[in-house]
């Protein structure tokens, strides 16, 4: 209820229905609203109340009809579904990083959907997974390509071909780019972008035989905004945006083969193991932080739904974050500098 009030100002169908009343309502309607508005306001802030409406149904309009040309786009300027190409019961999803945080959600909530999930981690599922008849959990290191494409052989014989893949595994860390080590760089470029890679080319070729697919890529606000002491991990992320964005491209332009959905997930911070260390630090600082199951929510919607598409979780700065780069060289640096505010864990 709360964040559907949150949305209700942006909201031209809110807003629309405001100014019809105010304005264009006949007098049975109007003299009621005038009435009570009078009892709370001065006439010239009604009057400012209706402007402020105005503004704030040009800009959610603007908003809807931007956000749908985007998703337009997205789909290669189609408007015809595919869910109809779906058999929920008889799909396979890979899930990376299943053992813990999106990973599980994802899981739990696309198998609660009828889809079957091959559980990809280095960890053993939890517990409450572990009986689920319609999970199989295989044990891979997604850094390691001859073990991805093995277990891929291995899923293909015993599971069936995957027609879903979420790239999901994923690791952070704090530390400056001076205190970064080869071994945790390699280790958080394997785990965040080279396995999208692995997955990728172990799984694409049977979805391209077949013109239907999905490929979900989970990023982070980080892919936009880069804050002292995650370079590594921001590196990463806005890797995956471009990986997603090529992939995509790609699909369309030389496999001729834009049936193959493509979406990216970009969460702001959230409540789960990646950020465990850092967590009452953020909450110090005011950040809100998400619950998981709304980024699974928003995943599993977005499967089901057949649309490719970009996916920004982030209390409703996401538009501005994906904006940022596009924004003058002085406002970016003033915003960065908020950021800077205390660092001596870094020293």
Sequence with gaps: MASILKQAPFSPVVTGAALLVLLKGPESVQRPVYDYLHQLLKPHNIERLITALKWLFAFGLIKNVNEALNQFARNNFSLRSSKADWDWNNEIAI?????????????KDLSD?????VAIDVNPLPKHLENNPKITFFKCDVTDVEAVNAVAEEIKAKVGHPSILINNAGIGGQRTILKTTPAQLQKLMGVNIMSHYYLVQAFLPDMLAKKKGHVVSIASMASFFTTPGITDYSCSKAAVLAFNEGLSTELRSIHRCPEIKTSIVHPFFADTPIIASSKT???????????PQDVSDAVVDQILN???????????FGPIMRAFRGLPWWFQESVKRLT????????
């Design 281 to 291: 630090e953020l909450e110090k600082a005011g950040m809100k932080i998400l619950d």
């Design 95 to 107: 899930v990376t990083g299943s053992s813990s945080g999106f990973g599980a959600l994802f899981s």
């Design 306 to 316: 057949a649309r490719s598409g970009q996916i920004l979780l982030s209390n409703g």
């Design 113 to 117: 959907k009828g889809i079957h999930v």
């Design 340 to 347: 800077e505010t205390d660092l001596s864990r870094f020293e």
